[in-house]
């Protein structure tokens, strides 16, 4: 009653596990999935039984790993690559049955992102978020073998400092945490707040320009 209609859903929810296959049970892998891909089909439920009505948009926040694999992250990144795929096929039987919803896959790096705001004002099919990400998704679609050498060599470092973590440490995989619940985590040195690539192609100056200077 207070805000009308629901015209615009945002999937937000999921979790990161970083370790090596061999060292990720098959439970916390099943968690990942659960959370990261089912997560996505229940909020797609749930939503879509309000958008069909009046339309809208349907964001998923998704990842650069949907499109390509990371070592260390094997259960994240098969989640993602299986957002993808739901996204896809989704997006298309909505469209055969005349669905005026829109599906948008945000896939950032290691970025912080006004995306979701631009996708719902200006629905996209798919929106990368970063320079480094677009770099390394355009990168494995035509040379892959150049992308598995650089991440041997650096795939590594980025997400392993080399310090075992505590048993007792806190984590999110199963629960909600109720300490360290901070906006933004331990890797400020590496997350960025800006990006060139991501601004040109939200705000598409060349093209608004050219549109400008064609107007009758």
């Known amino acids: ?5 629901l015209d615009t ?3 937000m ?7 090596g296959f061999d060292d990720t049970t098959s439970e916390e892998f099943a968690r990942v ?7 996505q089909v229940h909020g797609a439920k749930a939503a879509l039984s309000h958008l069909r009505r009046d339309g809208g948009a349907f964001i998923s926040m998704s990842s650069m790993g949907s499109q390509r694999g990371i070592p260390l992250q094997t259960a994240y990144c098969s989640s993602k690559h299986g957002i993808d795929g ?7 039987e909505l469209q055969r049955d005349g669905v005026p919803v829109s599906v948008t896959q945000i896939m950032p790096g290691t970025i912080n992102t006004d995306a979701i705001v631009h996708a719902a004002a200006h629905p996209v099919r798919d929106l990368v978020v970063g320079g480094a990400a677009k770099t390394l998704i355009t990168v494995e679609k035509f040379a892959p073998r150049v992308v598995d050498a650089l991440l041997r060599r ?4 980025i997400h392993d400092t080399g310090e075992r973590k505590p048993a007792d440490a806190p984590d999110n995989l199963d629960a909600p945490l109720t ?10 040195g590496v997350t960025l707040r800006h990006s060139a690539y991501t601004w040109l192609a939200m705000h598409k100056p060349v ?3 050219v549109r400008t200077l064609t107007r009758p």
């Open 1 to 5: 009653d207070t805000y009308g209609r």
């Open 207 to 209: 093209r608004s320009t």
């Open 13 to 19: 929810a999921g979790v990161l596990l970083v370790a």
């Open 86 to 92: 739901f996204l896809e096929a989704l997006r298309v």
């Open 9 to 11: 859903w945002v999937h």
């Open 179 to 188: 300490v360290n619940d901070t906006v933004e985590g331990t890797v400020g």
């Open 33 to 39: 999935l659960h959370v990261n891909l089912l997560g």
């Open 154 to 157: 650096v795939g590594y470092e």
